[in-house]
């Protein structure tokens, strides 16, 4: 149980392009998914947090502009880099909770998306 | 002072070896515990999951916390180079608000 899927795996494309990321709960329902970004060899940095019919939370210094999330149903979210540059190139990974069996629930993750842009 | 304190390594031991990985943590309100494995371009997977002080077993592995010393640690018994990756600890307290260490690379040598 509680798996998390995200699609898709790796995506390379040009500078000024758009691209839009999916993380989906496959057997449970979440009100709330996590965005985390991972440069090589570091730890994972919170983006934003996503909640489920209501506006993103994003951390300090992630423009919201820039990373656009949309959380419009239970098992779903979606990141879009819009407009994106090389210096977006990164490990994009998403995680969601199981709110439906109440307590403190641990976060699960998908897979992580491999962004290159050139 | 950072949330969440862990050694990055590299951490490098034979095959069969015990492995014990280690966390900190500064802040007391904490109320559960988390270890996560992450394979190199993959997401982290949870391996443990606990919310009180003790000891907590899963095969091979064995999550141990500390609350009054504000310090966790995970146990890898017969270690094997499929265990070879990162770990990952995470805590959190009531909310949605989580807090991850560094991570901790290992490589199990056959």
């Known amino acids: 149980g509680a798996v998390v899927s995200q699609h898709p795996s790796w995506v390379i494309c040009k500078s000024g392009t758009s691209v839009k990321i999916e993380c989906r709960s496959l057997?449970?329902?979440?009100?709330?998914m996590f965005w985390y970004r991972q440069f090589p060899k570091q730890s994972l940095m919170l983006m934003a947090t996503s909640n489920e019919g209501s506006k993103a939370t994003y951390e300090q210094g992630v423009e919201k502009d820039k990373f656009l999330i949309n959380h419009a149903s239970l098992t779903l979210s979606t990141l879009t880099v819009t407009s994106a540059h090389p210096e977006d190139s990164s490990f994009y990974i998403c995680?969601?909770?199981?709110?439906?069996?109440?307590?403190?629930?641990?976060?699960?993750f998908g897979d992580g998306t491999r962004l290159s842009i050139l | 002072q950072k949330e969440v304190e862990q050694d990055p390594g590299p951490l490098s031991v034979p095959e069969g070896a015990i492995v014990s990985l280690n966390c900190t943590y500064s802040n007391s309100a904490f109320q559960y515990f988390m270890w996560y494995r992450q394979y190199s371009r993959k997401g982290p997977e949870l391996l443990m999951y606990?919310?009180?002080?003790g000891n907590k077993e899963d095969g091979r592995f064995t999550a141990q916390v500390d609350k009054s010393s504000k310090y966790i640690s995970l146990f890898i018994r017969d270690s094997q180079p499929s265990d070879s990756a990162t770990y990952l600890c995470a805590m959190g307290y009531t909310g949605n608000q989580f807090y991850f260490g560094t991570g901790t690379s290992l490589t199990v040598i056959p």
């Open positions: 606990t919310y009180s002080s």
């Open positions: 995680s969601a909770r199981d709110q439906g069996t109440g307590g403190n629930q641990p976060q699960h």
């Open positions: 057997d449970f329902q979440a009100t709330t």
